[in-house]
């Protein structure tokens, strides 16, 4: 999912350019008492309670705890029972039947097996305009419905009574139990999109829930939301909080002095300074995270950047090093390729060590200006210029702008080239790196589950997160072939994605950057957080202030 930036780097998450989700909290045990509140900080909006529509973690962090899907994914990526209290697998791994519990919306209203036909129908179809809906690829006919050549009743997934629910693959899927616990999977009331219509998903108040909270407050552009406990949910006698309230807060100065002065009961920090001051704090929770951001080049709009010696020199120029220890200082790492280290491993081998050494990633993510000057002039000549103007698209956050600052101080060390940064709200900056409004922007991706697919889909030539338009007719084949006639066997499999990781990078298709590490302070109070490295990343069901 796409990361949004924040005070420092956190998730998606599609995301924010820099930074990852920063969590803050509540007035803590001594001013929530009986109430059981923890407040939660965000730096970024949010965008959406669609579940069709959701791509960034804000969103989907909050759908997490509003909604549940058929499974659920808990501590250590591990898959827990959801709305389906057992599943079965069919022999030949096409065919997934899902027992549901008896449950409920938060309305009162019945959920049944018909709501997550009605969701997922939802999600595949081509008025929905979900960027998400390409995870429904492997279920039986997903490619004739999305090209409108059959009917969105004819997808591969059925209700088989009120509580019995049938998903039919076209071909097997090993990781299908991550992709059904995401939100594009979840149940929707049809009763409740028809209701709204167009605002469906746009405040709180115009959406239903079936999660153990809902939530309120939330006008579609204020600062602020809380998630409330869900009376309604089959497991609530479990939910030990009343309220979680989200307050976005954008300066990590003021994030920090809010934790401290006991108006959080959890953040986020930001920089090797504030990292530095509670190294030796039991407060602090450092948090491997199986995200990555990188840099998109805009190869559709920009003629410049389809030259491929221009996109190896801005690779090349940047100082991976320079801008996690000196600039982030956080334990953030220099990116190896694009799939993050300790995503996915075969044989006792990490998949980005995998792929570094079979073939020549680390030139092409190394800081060599040197190469980077030589590239550039090549290029240049081939596209016929002698200077060129580009800017480069990111969050506002201090975290971001700090990034982006580093970055234009290393690429207009190449002769001619001029950077203008352009900060802009995170919201804004989504929205213009999917309408192709930059010429680079800083986008970071928070794996959805714990399979290098989940990051080299994206920039294959139709993925709806490709914002560069970068296209490769080999990398296209690598990922299908991963995807389709080696999928069962998991030796050749494993070779297709570290292939394709070499061409995306042997070609330039994207620049990445870092791995970011989540630097997180919580009260000792604090209790029962649930985290996973991949997808929304927390879960509040057995959260509590002791």
């Not at 794996?447 to 990398?475: M, Q, R, V």
Request: charged content about 25%.
């Amino acid at each position: 999912m796409k990361l949004k930036t924040l005070a420092k780097v956190g998730s998606v998450t599609l995301v924010t350019a820099l930074g990852l989700a920063a969590c803050g909290s509540s007035n803590s045990s001594s001013e929530s008492g009986s109430t059981k509140t923890l407040t939660w900080q965000e730096s970024a909006n949010l965008p959406t309670l669609d579940p069709s529509k959701a791509t960034d973690n804000v969103s989907m962090r909050t759908l997490n705890n509003s909604n549940e899907g058929l499974l659920m994914v808990g501590n250590d990526n591990k898959v827990q029972p959801g709305v389906a209290k057992s599943y079965s697998v069919s022999k030949d791994g096409k065919t997934y039947t899902f027992n549901l519990r008896k449950s409920k919306w938060s309305d009162g209203s019945e959920l049944t097996a018909k709501d997550f036909v009605y969701g997922i129908q939802r999600t595949a179809n081509p008025k929905t305009a979900s960027q998400y809906s390409y995870l429904l690829d492997h279920v039986k006919n997903y490619e004739a419905v999305s090209k409108k050549q059959m009917p969105v009743s004819s997808l591969g997934v059925k209700a088989e009574g009120n509580y019995k629910l049938v998903i039919t693959l076209s071909k097997p899927q090993s990781y299908f139990k991550y992709i059904v616990a995401m939100s594009p999977l979840y149940p929707q009331s049809e009763k409740a999109v028809k209701k709204y219509g167009s605002a469906y998903g746009t405040k709180s108040a115009d959406q239903v829930y079936n999660g153990p909270y809902k939530v309120t407050g939330w006008t579609g552009t204020n600062d602020s939301w809380t998630l409330t406990r869900n009376k309604d949910y089959y497991n609530n006698s479990k939910t030990k909080l009343d309220k979680v309230k989200f307050t976005v807060s954008k300066d990590a100065g003021t994030t920090l002095n809010q934790y401290q002065a006991g108006k959080f009961d959890v953040a986020t920090l930001s920089g090797k300074q504030q990292v530095n001051n509670f190294k030796n704090s039991p407060q602090l929770h450092d948090l491997k995270q199986s995200s990555m951001w990188y840099l998109e080049m805009n190869q559709k709009s920009n003629p410049v950047l389809k030259n491929e010696n221009i996109r190896k020199a801005i690779s090349l120029a940047i100082d991976r090093k320079a801008l996690t220890k000196d600039v982030l200082g956080d334990g953030s790492t220099p990116a190896k390729g694009l799939v993050p280290t300790g995503l996915a491993s075969h044989d006792g081998k990490d998949f980005a060590d995998a792929a570094e050494d079979s073939n020549e990633t680390t030139n092409d993510v190394s800081y060599n200006l040197a190469e980077a000057k030589k590239y550039w002039a090549k290029g240049l000549k081939e596209v016929g210029k002698k200077s060129v103007s580009l800017g480069l698209l990111a969050d506002d956050t201090p975290t971001a702008t700090k990034n982006t600052e580093a970055i234009q101080s290393d690429l207009t060390k190449l002769p001619g080239l001029k950077i203008t940064n352009q900060n802009l709200p995170f919201k804004t900056r989504l929205t213009n790196s999917q309408n192709g409004k930059f010429d680079l922007v800083l986008s970071g991706w928070n794996g959805d589950y714990p399979d290098p697919i989940t990051f080299l889909d994206l920039f294959t030539s139709d993925n709806a997160y490709n914002n560069g338009h970068w296209k490769n007719a080999e990398y296209d084949k690598y990922v299908s072939d991963a995807e389709g006639k080696d999928a069962n066997n998991a030796g050749k499999r494993w070779d297709d994605l570290v292939n394709a990781e070499k061409v995306l990078m042997d070609n330039a298709g994207i620049v990445p950057l870092y791995q970011p590490v989540l630097s997180q302070v919580r009260k000792d109070n604090v209790k029962g957080l649930e985290y996973s490295t991949t997808g929304p990343g927390f879960n509040f069901r057995d959260t509590y202030i002791k």
